[in-house]
C-alpha cells in the first residue's frame, strides 16, 4: 500500500512577485520529484506509473476495481441499463465481448522497450484473444514492480484544486487571487518568446504551482461520498495523471420513431455473447472496427444481421449478403423505426428486427474531475488541451494520457507518459501558457475550417505517426521502428478489405519476422 500522509509545506519553496506584493509560492528546486496520482491502472495507467517513477517521482495508483488492465479486464457481467443512459445504472468499466481478438498484431501492439510476444499456456496467434493482452498488461506490472502502488478497490469521487499554497507577506490573499489559484509565471516569460524551450518558455514544473485534492472511497459503497461517511478519504498531491480510460460512457444513436419501436436494445458496451441473439434479425448500427467485429460475432447464431454504417471506406454491394455465413447485410444509416418492428434505411430498404446493437462509440467523461470551469469533457472532447494531453491553464500539474483514437494505443500511451513526467521533473520543456493555448485554439479552428465534426477531435487517423514521432522528440528518445508503421498500416488496410480473415491470413509475413527477431533480441536483454 502506497505511503499516505505528508505535509505539503514541507515542500521546496520558491518566491516570486505578484504586482507590487512579494509571495512565497510552494514550488520545487530545478530537478524536483513531485507526489503525482494516476487515476486509473489499465493500460495508459500502468505505463504512466512507470514512466513517473523512473523520473524520480512518488506515485500512488487509484483503481476501482480488484486488479490490472482496465477495459482488458473481461467480465460477463453487464449493465442494468443496457443503454447506458441512466446516472444511476450499475456501472461496468470492460467493454469487452467474450470472443474479441486484438485488432493489431501483438508486436505492434506492445510497449516500446517490454515486447508482446506469445508465451506457453497462452494464445500465441499474432492476432490474440483479450486474454493475452490482460496477461501481458499483468505481467507488465509485476516486471516493474507496479502493483505496490496501486490502491484497489478505490473509487474517485473528485479530483480538484487545493486552496493556494503560498503564505503571502503583508497583503490579504483575496487581494491577489480572487479565484483561489495562485499561479507561477517565470520572471523571463513574456509574450513575444513564445518559440518552445526560447526565452518565452516554461520548464515543466515551472508554469503552474498547485496542489490536488483526491477523494476516494471503496469501490464497493457507491453513495459514501454523499451520505458523508468516514470511509471517504482525502489526500493531496502536487500533480493528477487522469488514465481512466473513455470506453465506459456509451453514445447512442438518435432514431426517428425508436419509442415506438418494440424490440430491444443495448449499446456495444453491454454486449458479451452472441447466443443472445439466437434466431433473431438485428441491426448493427456502426460500422466501425466494433461493428464490423460485433456483426460477425452475433451472425454466427443470429438469423440475419443488419450493418448500417453513416460512410463506407470504399464501394459495397448491398444487394449482396456478406460474411462467413452469408447472412450479413450492408446498409446506409437507419432512417426510422415504427411500431410494427420495422428498421427503414436511408437507402430505402427496411428489415422488420428484433433487435438493435448500438456500436455508436463513446463519451468522453470525467465526472469526478472539478477544475472550476477550466477543462470542459463535453462528450465529444476533451478541451482546450495542448497536444491532446495538458490543458494549458494548469499544466504540467493535469494531464491526460490515453485521449487520442485511431492510434497504436500502447506505445502512444507510453511516449504522452513519458513526456509528462520529465515536464513534471522541469526536465522536459512547455512552451508558455500563451503559446500552449493559442496552438489548442488554432487546432479546433482547423477542423472546423476543414468541417471535421467536432467528435473528431482527438480522432488522429492518419495523423497518428507524426503525433508518435513529435512525442519522441520531446522526450529525446527514438520514433516508432518503421516494421511497426508499416505493419499497423498493412492491418488496417486489411481490417478494410477482408474482415473476415485478415487477421489469420497477412501478406507482410516478412515484416512480421523482422519484428519478432529484434523483439526477440529484446526480451533477452529485460
Known amino acids: 500500500r502506497p505511503q499516505r500522509g505528508g505535509n505539503p509545506a514541507t515542500k521546496g519553496v520558491r518566491w516570486a512577485w505578484f504586482g507590487e506584493q512579494i509571495v512565497r509560492v510552494m514550488g520545487f528546486p530545478d530537478r524536483r520529484a513531485c507526489r503525482v496520482a494516476v487515476i486509473g491502472a489499465g493500460a495508459a495507467g500502468l505505463v504512466a506509473a512507470r514512466e513517473l517513477q523512473r523520473e524520480g517521482h512518488s506515485v500512488v495508483v487509484y483503481e476501482q ?4 488492465g482496465g477495459t482488458w479486464a473481461y467480465t460477463g457481467e453487464v ?3 443496457p443503454l447506458g443512459l441512466r446516472s444511476d445504472r450499475k456501472r461496468v468499466h470492460s467493454s ?6 486484438t485488432n493489431l498484431p501483438h508486436e505492434v501492439m506492445g510497449f516500446l522497450d517490454f515486447p508482446f510476444v506469445p508465451k506457453e499456456g497462452r494464445d500465441g496467434r499474432r492476432y490474440p484473444r483479450h486474454e493475452a493482452v490482460l496477461s501481458y498488461l499483468q505481467d507488465f506490472a509485476e516486471h516493474y514492480d507496479l502493483l505496490r502502488l496501486i490502491l484497489f478497490g478505490r473509487k474517485v469521487e473528485r479530483v480538484a484544486m487545493c486552496p493556494p499554497a503560498c503564505e503571502i507577506l503583508n497583503c490579504p490573499s483575496n487581494d491577489i487571487d480572487p479565484c483561489g489559484l495562485m499561479e507561477y509565471r517565470d520572471a523571463t516569460s513574456k509574450d513575444a518568446g513564445d518559440e518552445e524551450g526560447g526565452p518565452g518558455s516554461v520548464k515543466g514544473g515551472d508554469f503552474v504551482d498547485c496542489r490536488w485534492s483526491i477523494l476516494s472511497s471503496p469501490a464497493s459503497f457507491q453513495d459514501l461520498f454523499r451520505s458523508g461517511d468516514e470511509e471517504v478519504e482525502e489526500e493531496i498531491f502536487d500533480a493528477v495523471v487522469v488514465c481512466s480510460g473513455h470506453y465506459t460512457q456509451p453514445k447512442i444513436a438518435e432514431i426517428r420513431g425508436i419509442n415506438r419501436w418494440p424490440g430491444k436494445q443495448l449499446h456495444s458496451h453491454n454486449y458479451r455473447v452472441p447466443e443472445t441473439f439466437k434466431g433473431q ?6 460500422n466501425a472496427t466494433s461493428g464490423e467485429d460485433i456483426s460477425r460475432d452475433i451472425a454466427k447464431t443470429a438469423k440475419e444481421v443488419h450493418l448500417s454504417g453513416r460512410t463506407w471506406m470504399c464501394q459495397v454491394d448491398m444487394a449482396q449478403p456478406i460474411g462467413a455465413l452469408g447472412n450479413i447485410w450492408l446498409h446506409s444509416e437507419v432512417d426510422s423505426a415504427h411500431e410494427d418492428g420495422t428498421v427503414t434505411f436511408q437507402e430505402g430498404t427496411d428489415a422488420v428486427a428484433d433487435a438493435i446493437v448500438h456500436c455508436t ?15 470542459t469533457a463535453d462528450g465529444d472532447c476533451v478541451a482546450p488541451l495542448y497536444q491532446h494531453v495538458f490543458p494549458p491553464a494548469l499544466a504540467p500539474t493535469l494531464s491526460f494520457v490515453g485521449l487520442p483514437l485511431k492510434v497504436i494505443p500502447f506505445p502512444t500511451f507510453e511516449l504522452q507518459s513519458r513526456w509528462i513526467s520529465q515536464c513534471l521533473a522541469s526536465k522536459g520543456h512547455l512552451p508558455s501558457r500563451k503559446h500552449m493555448l493559442e496552438a489548442a485554439e488554432c487546432y479546433y479552428a482547423s477542423l472546423a475550417t476543414n468541417q471535421i465534426p467536432k467528435h473528431y477531435t482527438h480522432s488522429l487517423a492518419t495523423s497518428a505517426f507524426d503525433y508518435n514521432d513529435w512525442l519522441a522528440s520531446q522526450c529525446g528518445c527514438a520514433s516508432l521502428e518503421p516494421w511497426r508503421r508499416e505493419i499497423a498500416i498493412t492491418s488496417i488496410l486489411g481490417r478494410r478489405g477482408y474482415p473476415d480473415s485478415y487477421r489469420d491470413a497477412w501478406p507482410d509475413q516478412s515484416l512480421h519476422e523482422i519484428a519478432m527477431a ?3 533480441a529484446l526480451v533477452t536483454h529485460i
Do not use: K, M, N
Open 65 to 68: 476495481s480488484d486488479g490490472v
Open 79 to 81: 449493465e442494468d441499463d
Open 96 to 101: 469487452l465481448y467474450a470472443s474479441l481478438r
Open 281 to 286: 434479425v438485428v441491426i448493427i448500427i456502426g
Open 361 to 375: 462509440g463513446y463519451s468522453y467523461s470525467f465526472p469526478f474531475l472539478d477544475t472550476q470551469g477550466i477543462v
Open 518 to 520: 529484434e523483439l526477440g
